[in-house]
């Protein structure tokens, strides 16, 4: 149901919501070239679900000609924040920027019941904030699926009487991996052979704990590109979850503490293999351009700020490079694709692993339905989502799933055993430290970096839209 108008005064003034700026509504010209792209409208067919029917909504609240109501907070918040709307956009509408703005309004003014609002706190507060509270977590987590708790569970059923999201949660809960693989890595880790530039490496917060196997392997990667490796400790949340689910002031605080931290590692590079941070990070500048002691130097930072695919993609792989024998897939994560425009990268660099086959997946960059807690929030929703994402994996006989996000990775997974299919998903760092510990690697330097790549079709390239 469309929202109705409340009986307000029209607002003056710059257009805001939560004091962000939403000037960005202006820049819409109501084409709907983004109605085809976004997976809302794709699946529920209603204006409102749409870029297009959000921005309409999301002005008529910062002019004050509409008000909170259940149903502007339903069709805000089933927004992904994919952007996939923004690749196709031809009028530039920084639409991501509008629509976090927008849910930081619904959580100041409708934070929800008190459930929710204390799954929240624990979860963007608490844990993201104190690492030995996440790592406490995870430690408490991987006794319950070692004594065999998850499993009588998941048998039992037990999960689905778990009042709100909580069955959610317990079902995209992944294998927690063994103390040594949670422990931080080495501050330093020196570069192999000629030395090309000093990086730092973004570990993350739920990352460490969860797939720290990401980790070691981004860092083995890059030491063996010629890249020495900084490792802060003290590093923590970046704030990208906190940002999406509409917690604005912790997001802020958070990445003021990360410039902190990696300006003092005094490196060339800051490199990242979650995509929803390295999206988030590289809008630090926006985010603090208001704060006259940090706008500069989020500015700064955020210019150093690289996706591993990005960083990597630049140039030839250095060998050793062994053979891959495997027919794979890649989906793009939304912020890696939409997000951060990344969309050849990923594809050089598996084109360089011996005996790697990668067939393109359909729509592989639709969203999957994870979008960072999103599956946690939208259950509904997202689950339609990955039986599409799924079914079109399942459509390419591919051996295994690749991809560099791990929500995505999580997402994907639950999918696939869903459908009873127990094909893989690896990151894109897995398979490249594969390639480099196979053996037979060649010495040689890789000789099949494409120069030129065709990117993949964007999802839904229909007849009478027009492809980015």
């Known amino acids: 149901m469309a929202p109705t108008m409340a009986e307000q005064p029209t607002r003056h003034g710059p257009l805001e919501l939560h004091g962000l700026s939403v000037e960005g509504v202006n820049q819409c010209v109501h084409c709907g070239l983004c ?61 991501g920027r509008l629509i976090e703005a927008a849910k930081a309004e619904i959580e100041r003014q409708r934070p929800g019941r008190p459930l929710r609002r204390l ?9 993201l904030e104190h690492p030995a509270l996440l790592r406490l977590a995870a430690a408490s987590l991987r006794v319950y699926q070692i004594v065999g708790l998850q499993g009588l569970v998941r048998r039992s059923g037990i999960a689905r009487l778990l009042p709100g999201t909580l069955p959610a949660w317990e079902a995209l809960l992944p294998p927690i991996p063994g103390a040594s693989e949670r422990a931080p890595l080495p501050p330093l880790i020196p570069a192999e052979g000629r030395k090309r530039a000093r990086v730092a490496l973004l570990t993350g917060c739920v990352q460490a704990v969860v ?32 940002a999406h689910g509409g917690d604005h002031e912790r997001a802020v605080d958070m990445a003021r503490r990360a410039i902190d931290v990696f300006e003092r590692a005094g490196v060339d590079a800051v490199v990242v293999n979650t995509s929803g941070c390295g999206a988030h990070m590289k809008n630090y500048g926006l985010l603090l351009a208001n704060d ?22 630049r140039e030839p792989l250095r060998g050793p490079l062994g053979p891959v024998p495997m027919t794979v897939t890649y989906h793009d994560p939304c912020h890696v694709v939409h997000g951060q425009k990344i969309r050849t990268e990923p594809r050089k660099l598996l084109a360089q ?7 393109e997946l359909q729509e592989s960059d639709w969203c999957c339905g994870s979008a960072g807690i999103y599956n946690l929030t939208q259950p509904e929703m997202a689950t339609r989502l990955l039986h599409r994402k799924v079914n079109h994996i399942l459509a390419t006989g591919a051996e295994a799933v690749v991809t560099a996000n791990p929500g995505c990775i999580l997402q994907i997974q639950v999918g696939l055993r869903a459908h009873g299919s127990e094909v893989p998903v690896l990151h894109i760092v897995e398979v490249l ?22 990117p993949a079709k964007p999802a839904l390239d229909r007849a009478g839209d027009v492809a980015p």
């Open 35 to 95: 109605l085809a792209y976004c997976p809302t409208f794709s699946e529920l067919g209603t204006e409102m679900d749409s870029p297009r029917g959000r921005i309409h909504m999301i002005k008529s609240l910062a002019e004050g000609r509409i008000a909170l109501s259940d149903s502007v907070v339903e069709h805000l918040s089933l927004c992904l924040d994919c952007r996939a709307c923004e690749t196709v956009c031809p009028a530039g509408v920084p639409y």
């Open 119 to 127: 799954l929240r706190r624990l979860s963007l507060r608490l844990l």
């Open 211 to 242: 797939f720290g196997a990401h980790n070691r392997a981004t860092a083995r990667i890059l030491a063996k590109n010629g890249y020495e490796v900084v490792v802060p400790p003290e590093q923590g949340c970046c704030g990208a979850l906190n």
């Open 292 to 313: 006259p002691a940090y706008a500069e130097r989020a500015m700064r930072l955020a210019r150093s700020v690289r996706d591993i695919s990005e960083f990597l993609g």
């Open 353 to 359: 692993i011996p005996g790697l086959k990668v067939v």
């Open 433 to 454: 430290d594969r390639a480099y510990k196979s053996e037979g690697a060649s010495t040689a330097p890789s000789e099949t970096f494409p120069r030129s790549i065709a």
